[in-house]
């Protein structure tokens, strides 16, 4: 993808993104800190309440916050579609995806049924906006139906997700409905690798080439991968229709080979860079590469027998590496270069209406410094890295994972709000120099 296939003409204004990308951090450093409140060894296992308040205030805080105002972003200058009355529609999103996860955690932790019905109600508010909104803005695009396919699956993903999210958590929240707590591997399975997996996979296609001056991807893979991926999902979960069956072990191994498909080609075309030296965008990438074939070998060698998965700490080392090492290392990485982008592209449009040189749009490069990106990169890995030790030696890890995290995260709204504070400062000085011209 070039800036010449962006329809920049539609992009929504500026905040509309930037809140749901600034908010994000927010909620992981609030995980951090949760982790950082319990002693650890209430939280060795994957059922207890701090466990579950932590991996929601990640997957809806900060994943499902960051995805939301990114897919708002390209369903606009990628599809051409447009959002009916963006600014209100993308203020709701925030408020009822932001106020949802707060009450979900705090419904975890507190065992208080009104959080966990608050929690229903909102994050089903949300999931219809902006189910809504992102399908209207689909069906009304004038381009890239490569991208709305590999989208529509990925909400398609999300509504699986979703539904079984809500359900379970009127379990919690209602005595007189019982908890399917053996829906939660599905839920689980969907979210992750269908909604998360699939959107990243599409946002991949454009932003990679783009953004990390690689070759595009083949031209044959887009059009398969994601509906097998999706097809895979479906036969993993037949098993809640054909118990015992053998169509779950082989969508399992399905999904296993397209994640990993995507994961190697990617890292061939990183290594085809124009830019040999590498920046921190690049390692992010490699970091989610890597874990994604770690993750998928390490699922594909427990199936030849033992009860690896069977395991506590297995399934949690799984869980850190598609969570932590995949889905938030992609999505640290895209951070850095589409707010740059998005604040550049703003401040280009503006002077342009305004008739002013371009010289007083700051260069993209210095609007989060790769130093700094880099930094931050090495505390992710750290924590990611003592995280992944955590779930053997949660009394000796699980402190400094916790400790490493939240400093990571702290870096990164460090560095989102300094280009933001840039952004604002330079807006001024352009509003000022159009009054004075």
């Given at each position: 993808?070039s800036q010449a296939?962006?329809?920049?003409?539609?992009?929504?204004?500026?905040?509309v993104?930037?809140?749901?990308?600034?908010?994000?951090?927010?909620?992981?450093?609030a995980a951090?800190?949760?982790v950082?409140?319990?002693?650890?060894?209430?939280l060795?296992?994957?059922?207890?309440?701090?466990?579950?308040?932590?991996?929601?205030?990640?997957v809806?805080?900060?994943m499902a916050?960051?995805?939301?105002?990114?897919?708002?972003?390209?369903v606009?200058?990628?599809l051409?579609?447009?959002?009916h009355?963006?600014?209100n529609?993308s203020?709701?999103?925030?408020?009822?995806?932001s106020?949802?996860?707060i009450?979900?955690?705090?419904g975890?932790?507190?065992?208080?049924?009104?959080?966990?019905?608050?929690?229903?109600?909102?994050?089903?508010?949300w999931f219809?906006?902006?189910?809504w909104?992102?399908?209207?803005g689909?069906?009304?695009?004038?381009?890239?139906s490569?991208?709305?396919?590999?989208i529509?699956?990925?909400?398609?993903?999300?509504?699986i997700t979703?539904?079984?999210?809500l359900w379970?958590?009127?379990?919690?929240g209602?005595?007189?409905?019982p908890?399917a707590r053996?829906?939660?591997?599905?839920h689980?399975?969907?979210?992750?690798l269908?909604?998360v997996?699939i959107?990243?996979?599409?946002?991949?296609y454009e932003?990679?080439p783009?953004?990390?001056?690689?070759?595009?991807?083949?031209k044959?893979?887009?059009p398969?991968?994601?509906p097998?991926?999706i097809?895979?999902?479906?036969?993993c979960?037949s098993?809640?229709?054909?118990?015992?069956?053998i169509l779950?072990?082989?969508?399992g191994?399905?999904?296993?080979?397209?994640l990993s498909?995507?994961?190697?080609?990617?890292?061939r075309l990183?290594?085809?860079?124009?830019?040999k030296k590498?920046d921190a965008?690049?390692?992010?990438?490699?970091c989610?590469?890597?874990?994604?074939?770690?993750a998928?070998?390490?699922w594909?060698y427990?199936q030849?027998g033992?009860?690896?998965?069977?395991?506590?700490e297995w399934?949690?080392l799984l869980g850190?590496m598609v969570i932590?090492?995949f889905a938030?290392?992609?999505?640290n990485?895209?951070l850095?270069?589409?707010?740059?982008?998005?604040?550049?592209?703003?401040?280009s449009?503006r002077?342009?209406?305004?008739?002013?040189?371009?010289r007083?749009?700051?260069n993209?490069?210095?609007?989060i410094?790769?130093t700094r990106?880099?930094f931050?990169?090495?505390?992710?890995?750290f924590a990611?890295?003592?995280?992944?030790?955590?779930?053997?030696r949660?009394?000796w890890?699980?402190i400094?994972a916790?400790?490493?995290f939240a400093?990571?995260?702290?870096?990164?709204?460090?560095?989102?709000t300094?280009?933001?504070?840039l952004?604002?400062?330079?807006e001024i000085?352009?509003?000022?120099?159009g009054?004075?011209g």
């Amino acid at each position: 993808m070039s800036q010449a296939k962006l329809i920049l003409s539609q992009s929504p204004p500026a905040w509309v993104p930037l809140r749901f990308f600034v908010t994000a951090p927010v909620f992981a450093i609030a995980a951090a800190v949760l982790v950082l409140w319990y002693e650890p060894t209430s939280l060795a296992s994957r059922w207890s309440a701090p466990v579950l308040a932590f991996t929601h205030l990640l997957v809806i805080g900060f994943m499902a916050m960051v995805m939301t105002g990114a897919l708002i972003q390209v369903v606009s200058v990628l599809l051409g579609g447009k959002i009916h009355r963006i600014r209100n529609m993308s203020l709701l999103l925030h408020t009822t995806l932001s106020l949802g996860t707060i009450s979900l955690a705090m419904g975890f932790i507190s065992s208080e049924p009104w959080f966990m019905r608050s929690a229903v109600v909102l994050l089903a508010s949300w999931f219809g906006l902006f189910i809504w909104a992102t399908l209207g803005g689909i069906g009304v695009r004038t381009a890239r139906s490569d991208s709305a396919m590999g989208i529509g699956l990925a909400l398609f993903a999300l509504s699986i997700t979703t539904i079984l999210g809500l359900w379970l958590a009127v379990g919690y929240g209602w005595e007189q409905v019982p908890l399917a707590r053996s829906l939660t591997d599905t839920h689980l399975t969907w979210g992750l690798l269908g909604w998360v997996g699939i959107l990243l996979i599409t946002v991949a296609y454009e932003v990679v080439p783009m953004f990390q001056l690689t070759p595009p991807y083949p031209k044959k893979m887009p059009p398969w991968l994601a509906p097998v991926h999706i097809l895979a999902l479906v036969l993993c979960s037949s098993t809640l229709v054909v118990p015992g069956s053998i169509l779950p072990l082989i969508g399992g191994v399905t999904v296993a080979m397209t994640l990993s498909l995507f994961a190697v080609v990617t890292l061939r075309l990183q290594s085809r860079r124009k830019k040999k030296k590498a920046d921190a965008v690049v390692w992010f990438w490699r970091c989610g590469m890597l874990s994604a074939i770690a993750a998928t070998s390490i699922w594909l060698y427990a199936q030849t027998g033992g009860g690896l998965l069977q395991q506590q700490e297995w399934q949690m080392l799984l869980g850190a590496m598609v969570i932590l090492g995949f889905a938030i290392s992609l999505i640290n990485g895209m951070l850095y270069k589409i707010i740059p982008f998005l604040i550049w592209v703003h401040l280009s449009i503006r002077v342009t209406e305004q008739k002013l040189s371009r010289r007083m749009v700051p260069n993209i490069k210095k609007m989060i410094p790769d130093t700094r990106a880099r930094f931050q990169f090495w505390l992710h890995l750290f924590a990611l890295v003592l995280f992944l030790a955590t779930t053997f030696r949660p009394e000796w890890f699980l402190i400094p994972a916790a400790g490493m995290f939240a400093l990571s995260n702290i870096l990164l709204l460090h560095n989102i709000t300094l280009a933001l504070r840039l952004y604002s400062r330079t807006e001024i000085e352009i509003a000022q120099a159009g009054i004075e011209g």
